[in-house]
Antibody, heavy 123, light 109 residues
């Protein structure tokens, strides 16, 4: 059974960089045709896709966040990470990591999710 | 555009049927996936592709698509189905999982 677990600081000051790591257990991050994603959810609001990485290192980001986001992978540790720079209060949210399966060009889905990590941006 | 629009809230009597819709241009090209989210928990995949349920998801959940609208139907709603539901698909840039719907709160009466 694959499990994902987010970790990182719960409080970040405005203008600084938010950093989170997702540790994958129960399977190798390098096996299979999966993309590894970050998704966030402000309190009381909907889900927002932040970006994804493939184990080759290729990335795609939400255009609205692209200038501030970096996602990286460390296959030796079975982890992938998120960095979001120049944060403001609007970046306060629960951050989820999730595994995505791509069946075809028209079908993809996230089958495993972490429990989520609340990050508050405040001085 | 990369927007997926859902009704904010729907209610259903216990044991009855409810349909949740998701509208967006990307659904003309890509299938939606659907996620159930209960308070304080991570989303759970309930439907993907044309009409596929992951292992462990009851068969009262089903999905369909027509033109630019995807639908999730719960036939014989149970109390435990009360939750927020989100659709998702590729966005206009082609990013898998790139756009989520606005979410629908389902209340079981």
């Amino acid at each position: 059974q694959v499990q994902l677990q987010e970790s990182g600081p719960g409080l970040v000051k405005p203008s600084q960089t938010l950093s989170l790591t997702c540790t994958v257990s129960g399977g190798s991050i390098s096996s299979g045709t999966y993309f590894w994603n970050w998704i966030r959810q402000p309190a009381g609001k909907g889900l927002e896709w932040i970006g994804r990485i493939y184990t080759s290192g290729s990335t795609n980001y939400n255009p609205s966040l692209k200038s501030r986001v970096t996602i990286s992978v460390d296959t030796s540790k079975n982890q992938f990470s998120l960095k979001l720079s120049s944060v403001t209060a609007a970046d306060t949210a629960v951050y989820f990591c999730a595994r995505a399966v791509v069946i075809s060009s028209t079908i993809s889905y996230a089958d495993y999710w972490g429990q989520g990590s609340l990050v508050t941006v405040s001085s | 555009s990369s927007e997926l629009t859902q009704d904010p809230a729907v209610s259903v009597a216990l044991g009855q049927t409810v349909r949740i819709t998701c509208q967006g241009d990307s659904l003309r090209s890509y299938y939606a996936s659907w996620y159930q989210q209960k308070p304080g928990l991570a989303p759970v995949l309930v439907i993907y592709g044309k009409n596929n349920r992951p292992s462990g998801i009851p068969d009262r959940f089903s999905g369909s698509t027509s033109r630019n609208t995807a639908s999730l139907t719960i036939t014989g709603a149970q109390a435990e189905d009360e939750a927020d539901y989100y659709c998702n698909s590729r966005d206009s840039s082609g990013n898998h999982l790139g756009v989520f719907g606005t979410g629908t709160k389902v209340t079981v009466l």
